[in-house]
Nanobody, 115 residues
Framework: QVQLVESGGGLVQPGGSLRLSCAAS????????MGWYRQAPGKQRELVAT???????YYVDSVKGRFTISRDNAQNTVYLQMNNLKPEDTAVYYC?????????WGQGTQVTVSS
């Protein structure tokens, strides 16, 4: 059974930081491209960042310089370090794993940036 379990969301003030984690099980984690997506109320789900099996990362322009994606293949975990958070970063953040035609999603974790 494949599971992607996110944690680390919460309420933070503008300018603050959060670190999201996604623990994977039931997959060969090291062979998967991992990513983080987010969905704000009334908006479509959007890609935030991805990291390849070799560690190459990609970021959407709105988070470049503020967010960092990383992975620990020994722990089957992908992280998203989010710094200098802004109110517009408020969304449910989802972990995603892709391998060939296979794709898996986590249940999501809420991030709210508000004073």
């Amino acid at each position: 059974q494949v599971q992607l379990v996110e944690s680390g969301g919460g309420l933070v003030q503008p300018g603050g930081s959060l670190r999201l984690s996604c623990a994977a099980s039931g997959i060969r984690f090291s062979t998967y491209v991992m990513g983080w997506y987010r969905q704000a109320p009334g908006k479509q789900r959007e890609l935030v960042a991805t990291i390849t099996t070799g560690g190459t990362s990609y970021y959407v322009d709105s988070v470049k310089g503020r967010f960092t994606i990383s992975r620990d293949n020994a722990q089957n975990t992908v992280y998203l370090q989010m710094n200098n958070l802004k109110p517009e970063d408020t969304a449910v953040y989802y972990c995603n794993g892709k391998y060939s035609w296979l794709e898996h999603w986590g249940q999501g974790t809420q991030v709210t940036v508000s004073s």
